[in-house]
């Protein structure tokens, strides 16, 4: 095994406790935060056909990752 290949253990270790802790959290808390029921999130019901879009979901998860990513690069 190469010299690289214990820091790409720690790393895989690492993202992994943090997936379960970020899971456990939103398992925990999915009656209590309104993902996907946010203003501006689009829903439309006819007869024969449903049409769902988290847009504002979507922008605000993607705002709060894009901080996430930008705190851990520095």
Request: contains cysteine.
């Amino acid at each position: 095994m190469g010299p690289g290949t214990a820091e790409l253990g720690k790393l895989l270790l690492g993202a992994g406790i943090v997936l379960a802790l970020v899971g456990l959290f939103l398992w925990k808390l999915s009656g209590k935060i309104p993902l996907g029921r946010l203003p501006g999130d689009l829903y439309v019901q006819k007869p024969g056909m449903t049409f769902y879009f988290p847009l504002t979901t979507c922008i605000l998860l993607s705002l709060v990752l894009t901080l996430v990513l930008w705190l851990v690069r520095r």
